[in-house]
């Protein structure tokens, strides 16, 4: 009867929480963020066991948005969670199914697309604004992430918003 409640138990667990093990594909990172309303969990998010507690997620979401243009440390997340910086890159990747690192690497680069999109600014004054170090370091991670250069995601954006525009 144990041995029965366990495998019942595995099973909804695997069942609540899939693809955590797998990690998160990086093209799926702008899905995973839109599907959070403006990027806040409720107040009914589910506590996940050995992840953070809902106002910890908050606070530090809430964080990081703020934030996307700064240096974000772990220390200073890990503070804002009152946890010791391990515990709480373990308990940041049971909730949010990434790392922090990734997680905030994945918000800077939603940013990035959305300034391309809606401004003109230049890369590097993105980069900056992205809290990236250089505009190398933004082309870099872009790249890596989404599969295209910045540049080359910006161009057909920008014909598209002028197409609607005349």
């Known amino acids: 009867m144990i041995a029965a409640a366990n495998i019942s138990w595995t099973i909804n667990a695997d069942a609540v929480r899939p693809g955590i093990a797998t990690g998160v594909h ?19 998010t589910e506590v996940v066991r050995g992840g953070l ?9 809430k964080f990081i948005e703020e934030n996307l243009s700064e ?17 709480f890159s373990r308990a940041f990747r049971a909730t949010a199914g990434q790392s922090p690192y990734d997680y905030v690497l994945g918000r800077r680069m939603a940013f990035a697309k959305q300034l391309m999109a809606q401004t ?5 004054q993105i980069a900056l604004d992205c809290g990236m170090s250089d505009q190398a370091h933004l082309c870099k991670v872009f790249r890596r992430t989404f599969g295209t250069t910045p540049n080359a995601w910006r161009k057909p954006q920008r014909a598209e918003a002028n197409h609607t525009l005349h």
Do not use: N
């Open 26 to 44: 990086p093209s799926a990172v702008d899905a995973d963020i839109a599907k959070m309303p403006a990027f806040f969990p409720d107040a009914s």
């Open 53 to 61: 507690a809902p106002w910890q997620y908050k606070k530090v979401l």
């Open 71 to 87: 240096t974000i440390r772990i220390e200073e997340l890990a503070g804002l969670a009152r946890l010791s910086c391990s515990h």
């Open 120 to 124: 003109d600014a230049s890369l590097s």
